[in-house]
């Protein structure tokens, strides 16, 4: 990052992964009057305002809550539903999977058994696996994103499960959209990284022209299910619904 910050742009936009072991280089280029946007969540020690112009996120609790409220209503509102969250300390996702346990306290007959938590998102087919041997007769499983919903999904088929266990994830990637349409994944909540975008294209611009702008900005989620996710599909990428999307939906 620093090699980045020393050809002197005028705009950084970016998302510190790890809010303290970045810190020092947000500092540094703060400090060579570069305006920072940030995606998510802000690098720890700097300030609104003097540090960095402000923070753009998608309503990451709202997309777990969104998610939690998908899954409740799919299974009627009784059951035992499992977590996969992401075991690190990162705001998004924390928040995201606080906005499922919320959202879950909305069905006093569901019942969380038990949260799986993983580090590699690509490797999230061994904690289905684990839900389901602890688990077998499990009514739902939730995911933090699309990406270790996957995962989950593929245990869930390797196990001769799918359409027995309900599933809810945040996100909307292709493979995940495609599963919805086709009746593999009941939904969740979505958020809408074109229009973060587009924010964070008009906040920087603001700054540069020396315009007051709002210190943290959060894009609402969607709420993906079957029923809406071809136009889910359009909202969120702001393109027209793809024929591949199209043809694997399930009436």
Excluded at 24 to 41: E, H, P, R, S, T
Excluded at 157 to 184: F, H, P, Q, W, Y
Aim: glycine content about 10%; hydrophobic content about 40%; charged content about 20%.
């Amino acid at each position: 990052m620093k090699q980045l910050w020393q050809k002197k742009p005028d705009i950084l936009v970016s998302i510190p992964t790890d809010a303290t072991a970045t810190a020092d280089a947000y500092k540094q280029a703060a400090a060579a009057g570069i305006k920072i946007v940030f995606m998510d969540q802000r690098a720890d020690g700097l300030e609104a305002g003097k540090d960095y112009v402000s923070v753009v996120s998608a309503d990451n609790y709202g997309n777990g809550y969104a998610s939690g409220t998908v899954l409740g209503d799919a299974l009627g509102g009784k059951g035992k539903v499992a977590m996969v969250y992401y075991d690190a300390n990162f705001a998004p996702t924390n928040q995201r999977d606080e906005g499922f346990r919320d959202a879950m306290k909305n069905y006093p007959d569901i019942e969380i058994v038990t949260e799986q938590g993983f580090t590699d998102e690509s490797g999230c087919a061994e904690q289905g696996d684990a839900i389901l041997t602890q688990f077998p007769n499990i009514d739902g499983i939730y995911a933090s994103w699309d990406v270790p919903m996957e995962g989950v999904l593929s245990a869930v088929r390797a196990a001769g499960m799918e359409g027995k266990v309900t599933l809810a994830c945040n996100d909307l990637g292709n493979n995940v959209a495609r599963e919805i349409a086709s009746g593999n994944i009941a939904g969740g909540g979505a958020q809408m990284p074109y229009d973060q975008g587009v924010a964070e294209a008009k906040l920087a611009a603001l700054a540069l022209l020396g315009e007051e702008t709002p210190s943290y900005v959060a894009v609402p989620a969607e709420t993906v299910t079957h029923e809406n996710v071809l136009e889910a599909y359009t909202d969120v990428y702001h393109v027209e619904t793809p024929d591949w999307l199209k043809e694997a939906y399930v009436e």
